[in-house]
Structures are given as structure tokens and as C-alpha cells.
């Protein structure tokens, strides 16, 4: 295994009283049992898997039942066990602070908050809200305020807008789907172009975005969408070139199907390690991890992989 002193961009908080209010709830985030969750837990795992800092986020569903002020309440008591968690253990941890979407008014509240006062690492956003995707105008005012700040912005599939397929969790295709629709959300909606300050963190190596990249490129053209100008005989680099302003992360998607994609699509700067725990249990990301570090990739590639690009993205952990 490679002992890189890992970042871990997808490690996931389960805070206590938010899980007894999910299983009152009955809630099965992804289509399975909400799983258990521990500071020694998490500190146990990434020791195991040569992690030596795991940003912290919340999974789906977040905190927005239709209830905003119900809502803040939550967020803000959520980040602020996590932010106590990282002033007590800042190498280990970071923290991507949760929101209230789709109330902007409280997640504009909650955003500076978190980066101001807590001093987050960055924001956690679920791709989709109520139904609306991330690119949708009325989300505009924070995007603008994330832009102004330049934060890392880590983008989490949720359960889709739609009635799941009986007998299939919805973690296995739906929350590829999910990313890959706020994706293009963002792209087609001119967000991008917009507010390229942000720096957006695609989990699970952003859905199918990498396989059906072609198609992208296509309907950007159908859309006239807005694209960077490049200097390059390539008739679509403008449009590779947005794609290339995502980072993705590698959780659950570290393997010989889904790399090349990746590769072919990111930034090698633009890659992140990810766990998933503890929605994926130490078995599943120890297979993962062993199909990453036998798979052929230049060494100071799967480096900064490991540790490097979030280096650059959270100056804090830079040894």
C-alpha cells in the first residue's frame, strides 16, 4: 500500500443525533442502512488505509425536509460538532461545511458562518435540491458568494428526483446519474463560465460525466454554451476545457473501468483520493484502494493523487 499520508476528500460525519433523527425518520440513505459512525472509528479506518486527513462532510439527505428554519438549525449544529472535532484534531481532520438548499437565504447565512467563524475547509453541496440541480437561477446568489470566496466546493450525489427502481439501491446508478445532471446543470446553465472561482469537487469521479463526454461536448454545442477560450487547434478544447475545470474525486471509482475515462477527462491536478467511508465499509475501500495502487500511473501521478492536489487546495495540510 502507499503510505502517502493521504488526503481523503469523501469521508463522511454521522454525528450522533443526527442519526437517531434519520433512523426516526426511517431514512436508508442510497437505499441502504444508515451505518455507524465514530471519531475512533473514522481515526481507526484512515490509519488502516494510510489516510492522514479526512475532510469531513455530510452525506444525503442533508438537513432540508421543507422546513428552512428546521433546516438551519440542524446545519448549524452539525457544523459546528464537526468544526469542534477539527480545532481539536486539525491534522486528521477538515470540514466541508452543510447548507440548507434549496433555502439560499440560510445557506447564504450558514456559508459564511462556516468560513468565517468555523473556518471550514470548504462547502458540501448535494447535487440535487428539492429536485433543483445546482445550476438552476435562483441558487445563483451563493454560487456568486462561493465564487468571491474561491472555495472548494465538494458536490454529493443525493436520491434523484425521481421514484427509484424496486430492487435496486440507488447508490449503485442513481447517484452517478444525480452528479452527472448537476454537472450539466452547471455547464449549461453558464455557471461555469460565471463563477470559475469555485472549485468544484465532482464524488465518485463524476458520475458518468468521463464516459459520456462526448455527448456533453455535443449538447454544449446544441446550447451555444459558454466556453473557455484556449489556444489550441483541437475544434472542441474550449469545451474540453470545462470539463477539465471540475476535480473529481476517486471513491469508489479507482479501477481499471472507470480510470481511463477519468484520465482522459481531468486534469491530472484535478484529482482527488476518496474513501466514502463509512457508507463504504473498510472491506469495500481496501479493494478499491488495491485496484488504485496496481493500476499503471506515473508515480508522481498517483502521488498527488494521494495527497498533492489537496495540498494545493487546503494549504493547512501542506507538510
Known sequence: MSRARRIDTHQHIVPPKYADWMRAKGIRP???????WSEQA????MDDRGIGTGILSLSTPGVYFGDAAQARRWAREINEYSADLVRRRPDRFGLFATLTLPDVEGALIEAEYALDTLHADGIVLLANNDGRYLGDPAFEPLLQFL?????????HPGELPAEPVPGIPTFTADFLLDTTRTALSLILSGSMAKFPDIKFILAHAGGFVPYIANRIFLTMFAANTAVPQVESDDPIAGHKAVLK????DIALSAGPAALPSLLEVAEPDHITYGGDFPFAPPAAVAFIDNEFENYPLDESVR?????GNCETLFPRLKL
Not at 245 to 248: K, S
Not at 303 to 307: F, G, Q, S, T
Open 30 to 36: 442510497g437505499g441502504v442502512d444508515l451505518p455507524s
Open 42 to 45: 473514522a481515526v481507526e479506518f
Open 147 to 155: 465564487h468571491q470566496r474561491a472555495a472548494v466546493v465538494f458536490i
Open 245 to 248: 475545470q471540475f476535480y473529481y
Open 303 to 307: 502521488a498527488n493523487i494521494e495527497r
